[in-house]
């Protein structure tokens, strides 16, 4: 079985900055990608970031230049520094990744159970 587990959440000001983590552990052959996605109350969940086992990139246009994504493959961890965060940001952050627990296996997809992150103005 695999978990997701995030941390880090929390509540800052406009303006200010916080750092997730997420860890996988379990029964794990190889993570492929693994990112960050968000829901606010009312809204669908969305992606954030994404980082491939190789360090590619994708970032949602709202988040371009102020959160970084990253990611420590030898520990199957992701990072996100968010900096300069708005009201908007204001979400529960769920941790993902794309992995197998076997080698001939197919590929899963494995959500963490989410951390509050709440931007005041």
């Known amino acids: 079985q695999v978990q997701l587990v995030e941390s880090g959440g929390g509540l800052v000001q406009a303006g200010g900055s916080l750092r997730l983590s997420c860890r996988a552990s379990g029964s794990i052959f190889s993570i492929n990608a693994m990112g960050w996605y968000r829901q606010a109350p009312g809204k669908q969940r969305e992606l954030v970031a994404v980082?491939?086992?190789?360090?590619?990139?994708n970032y949602a246009d709202s988040v371009k230049g102020r959160f970084t994504i990253s990611r420590d493959n030898a520990k199957n961890m992701v990072l996100l520094q968010m900096n300069s965060l708005k009201p908007e940001d204001t979400a529960v952050y769920y941790c993902?990744?794309?992995?197998?627990?076997?080698?001939?296996?197919?590929?899963?997809?494995?959500w963490g159970q989410g951390t509050q992150v709440t931007v005041s103005s």
């Open positions: 993902n990744a794309i992995l197998k627990v076997q080698l001939w296996g197919p590929l899963q997809n494995s």
């Open positions: 980082i491939t086992s190789g360090g590619s990139t």
